[in-house]
Nanobody, 125 residues
């Protein structure tokens, strides 16, 4: 198991920004692909962004492209999600996830092995 702990969620007005962090335990962080997903009430969990092991490749959902930026600091075992120009429809619980194989970036939740508990992001209009 690789414990993942998200932080940084909160309440923000539309147009505002938040930065989520996800800290991982263990020595295997830099071998794993990392992703962010979100789930709104009554909705299925959806892909937000993912990043390769060395941070050189990123992938975004169309709904967040140009507004969100995923990054990672392997020295700190942490992955980040910078969220700008937030919209009410971004309101959801945000989860970070890790794919222990680390070979490719996936947008499908079933490809990820480890999950955090989630952090709530609420965007008011």
């Amino acid at each position: 198991q690789v414990p993942l702990v998200e932080s940084g969620g909160g309440l923000v007005q539309a147009g505002g920004s938040l930065r989520l962090s996800c800290a991982a335990s263990g020595r295997t962080f830099n071998s794993m692909t990392m992703g962010w997903f979100r789930q709104a009430p009554g909705m299925e969990r959806e892909f937000v962004a993912a990043i390769s092991r060395n941070g050189g490749t990123t992938y975004y959902a169309d709904s967040v492209k140009g507004r969100f930026t995923i990054s990672r600091d392997n020295a700190k075992n942490t992955v980040y999600l910078q969220m700008n120009s937030l919209k009410p429809e971004d309101t959801a619980a945000y989860y970070c996830a890790a794919d222990r194989r680390g070979y490719q970036i996936y947008r499908y939740s079933q490809e990820y092995d480890y999950w955090g508990q989630g952090t709530q992001v609420t965007v008011s209009s």
